[in-house]
Structures are given as structure tokens and as C-alpha cells.
């Protein structure tokens, strides 16, 4: 079927080449309808295909004795054909949902005589089992119009709402670089969309509270048009991240402002173990000190303490910065998939709640920008952990997932706030 070079890429069959070939060519050519009732007959009847050459090809690629491992790229990829396509044109992207559900009943392998039609349909059923098929979940969920998938009220459903998690949700290894290009499209058309809405929100709240106080009455009777809160918080939760993200936190200080304080204090740091010290204070400012005494602030500091120990003499390069803005991630969400435990995380929220804890990540991103995708990562473990609960079950994590949008659209995205300075 494939093999592999010594540097881990896969390298193309002719009959896979064949197969994608054939999808590139009918993509440019056909309906959406046509090409899932084609994939539909080619992937999963898997008899009586329009072109029997393509039929022998997938046949061989199906028949290799490495199929069951490799399958999954080859359909992975198949499917990414048609949905490259599909998503650059709003009318077709409800056709990306409809090719993804045609693996959520795959047809029974024993009801086919054809040894290769069997094969196939055996593949296909392991298909719906790997990693692949998840993100391709996933991405027609993104793709979805509306966030509440069929009535859903399963973590899973949500991912539409969060631009951050795209690139760490919706890719898996296989993916091309035509794949990873759609999802980065996919990501900035969201990111846009969920930004100009809470710019359009926080200017009709800004709009409202001046009306209000208005001693005119003709300017608190002006007909103001509602937009509605873009967020899952409710207005007063939404009111408090707005004010803690573009506000002052620290005296007369943003959070950018005192991010860009520590930057240049760090300049002049002499060694990487003054560095941690001056990071710890950095951090515990944000913490209420009745729960930092508890036991936090002395974790927090054993923590610092003991990560890079041997570098401490050095001069604070941005090496040793970006490890140790890493490792406080690590400790404060979600260390990886394979150990996700997140008591430290809950216990954040729990007590100081989710925006202030949202805060104190802020921190560590604005101090080292080059750690906010490993901070995307965090959460995409914390996200792919509880995809399948309810959010009944889990109503700190979206009330974290929500918090983090703001905090980024307001120090990373285009939203446009400032107006919010002139009631704050």
C-alpha cells in the first residue's frame, strides 16, 4: 500500500494516487449530492462501481496486508478531498455533515459476497474507531450552522465555538498540508465572526449605559436595537471578563501592562534562579492570599524551584523562559493526554473563579507569547477529556473555555473594545 521514509512520511501508492486522482477530478465536476452518492457507493457499498479500474485500485489498497493500520489514512484523506472543496463555499458546507454521517450506520461486512467488498466494509467499520474519524467529527460540528448539534447537550458539540482548539481538535497526523491550510481558513473566518459580534455586543452595552444616565430624556427613551450576548456566560458574568481582561487589575495597570513591566525588568535579571523568584511574585499577585497560604503559593513555588535547578546560574535566555512558561501550564491545566489530571485547575476555579484563573494564565501567555499554543493544547486535552459529557457535568470547563475566547480576542484578536473605557 504505502511505505515510509526514515523521516516518518508516508509516501503515496500509484493506486492510492489513483483513488485521489479520481476524487480531484470529480469534485471540480460533479454536485455535492452526486459525489456523496459516488463515495457512498465507492467506499461503503463497495460493488457496482461507474469505473472499475478505480474499484480494482481501492480493492488492492483495501487487500494489503497493511490495511489495517494505513486504511485510515487513505479514507482520512478521501474524505478531505471533498471537504477542501466544500468549505470555501457557504451554500456546500452543510454537505461536509452529510458525508461524515454516512459512517454513522456502516454497512454489515457479512452481507456482501465479494471477498474484497467484505475487506473493505471491515475497514470501514474500524474507520469509525480511530482518530481520524473523531476530527472528521469534530469538523463537520464546526462546520454545523448551529452549536446546538440536533439538540445536543454533550461537551463535544461546542467545539464551533472555540477558534483556539481548531488546530489541536480538528488535525490528526495524517493530515495534508491542503487539510491544515482548510482549518486555518476555517479557524480565522470564526475568529472573525465570534470577534465582530462581541465588539457589536459590547458597543450596545456601552450605547445602553449611556442612555441611561443621560439626564435627557429623549436620549434614555432613543430606541436602542438589543444584540444578544455572544457568549454562553450570562451578562453579568460576560460584564466582569470584559472589565478583568481590558481593565486594570493591578493598580492603575492591565494585564498587558504589567506583562510588559516584568519583560523589561527581566532584561536585567542576572540569573535564571532571580528570574523564578521574580515570576513567582509575578504570579501570586494574582492570587487571593487566603487561598494562596493554603498550600497553593508553596506548590507553586516547589514547582519553580525544581524546574531546570541546574541551569539556575545561568542568564535567563528564552530557552529556559519558554520551558519553564511550559511546566507552569503543565501544573496550573493539564500536564497531557496520557496523565490528565487537572485537580490544580479545578481547584483554581473552585476558588477563585473561573475569570480570575483565566487571568492568571493571561499572565504567563502575555509574558511568553510563545507558549499560547501550548496553552490552546491544555485546554484541547481538558476538551477532548470531557467531549462526551454533558455540560451540566462539567459547567467549570465551559465557563474556562468561554473565559479564555475573551481573554484572547482582547489581547490577541481584532476585536475592537475601546469603547468599553468610556464606562469602566
Not at 99 to 119: H, I, T, Y
Not at 208 to 222: C, H
Not at 413 to 423: E, P, V
Amino acid at each position: 500500500m504505502t511505505t515510509w521514509t526514515d523521516s516518518g512520511i508516508r509516501q503515496t501508492s500509484l493506486e492510492e494516487q489513483q483513488l485521489y486522482d479520481h476524487l480531484l477530478y470529480c469534485v471540480q465536476v460533479e454536485s455535492a449530492s452526486q459525489l456523496i452518492e459516488r463515495f457512498q457507493r465507492l467506499f461503503l457499498d463497495g460493488a457496482r462501481y461507474v469505473d472499475p479500474q478505480i474499484w480494482l485500485a481501492l480493492e488492492k489498497v483495501a487487500m494489503d496486508k497493511r490495511a489495517e493500520q494505513e486504511f485510515k489514512f487513505v479514507l482520512n484523506r478521501c474524505c478531505h478531498i471533498l471537504i477542501n472543496r466544500w468549505q470555501l463555499q457557504p451554500h456546500l458546507q452543510g454537505s461536509i455533515q452529510e458525508l461524515v454521517g454516512l459512517f454513522e450506520n456502516p454497512p454489515d461486512p457479512m452481507k456482501v459476497q465479494s471477498r474484497g467488498a467484505r475487506r473493505l466494509r471491515q475497514l470501514v467499520q474500524l474507520f469509525t474507531e480511530t482518530e481520524q474519524y473523531v476530527t472528521l467529527q469534530r469538523l463537520s460540528r464546526v462546520m454545523s450552522e448551529s452549536s446546538e448539534s440536533n439538540g445536543s447537550r454533550q461537551v463535544g458539540t461546542l467545539i464551533q465555538r472555540y477558534p483556539y482548539l481548531y488546530e489541536h481538535c480538528l488535525l490528526s497526523e495524517d493530515s495534508s498540508y491542503e487539510h491544515q491550510q482548510t482549518v486555518r481558513q476555517i479557524q480565522s473566518r470564526v475568529q472573525r465572526r465570534m470577534e465582530f459580534d462581541l465588539s457589536q455586543y459590547v458597543t450596545y452595552q456601552v450605547r445602553r449605559a449611556q442612555a441611561m444616565r443621560s439626564p435627557l430624556p429623549e436620549v434614555q427613551e432613543r430606541i436602542i436595537h438589543p444584540v444578544r450576548n455572544p457568549t454562553l456566560l450570562s451578562d453579568r458574568e460576560l460584564g466582569i471578563a470584559l472589565k478583568q481582561f481590558v481593565g486594570k487589575v493591578q493598580g492603575p495597570h492591565t494585564y498587558r501592562d504589567v506583562a510588559q513591566s516584568f519583560q523589561t525588568h527581566t532584561k536585567q535579571t542576572a540569573s535564571y534562579k532571580e528570574f523564578k523568584n521574580d515570576l513567582y511574585e509575578y504570579l501570586i499577585a494574582s492570587i487571593d492570599p487566603a487561598y494562596g497560604k493554603r498550600q497553593f503559593n508553596e506548590r507553586l513555588y516547589t514547582l519553580l524551584k525544581n524546574t531546570l535547578p541546574h541551569s539556575e546560574a545561568q542568564k535567563p535566555t528564552e530557552f529556559l523562559i519558554v520551558r519553564t512558561c511550559s511546566q507552569l501550564l503543565n501544573f496550573l491545566v493539564v500536564e497531557s493526554p496520557q496523565r490528565p489530571n487537572h485537580f490544580t485547575f479545578v481547584d483554581l476555579i473552585t476558588n477563585l473563579g473561573a475569570t480570575l484563573t483565566t487571568g492568571l494564565l493571561l499572565k504567563i501567555v502575555l509574558l511568553c507569547r510563545k507558549v499560547k499554543p501550548y496553552l490552546e493544547k491544555r485546554f484541547s486535552i481538558l476538551f477532548n477529556h470531557y467531549e462526551s459529557s454533558t455540560r451540566d457535568g462539567v459547567p467549570w470547563l465551559v465557563t474556562s473555555l468561554e473565559n479564555l475566547n475573551i481573554a484572547f480576542s482582547v489581547h490577541f484578536g481584532a476585536a475592537d473594545l475601546s469603547c468599553l473605557n468610556q464606562i469602566m
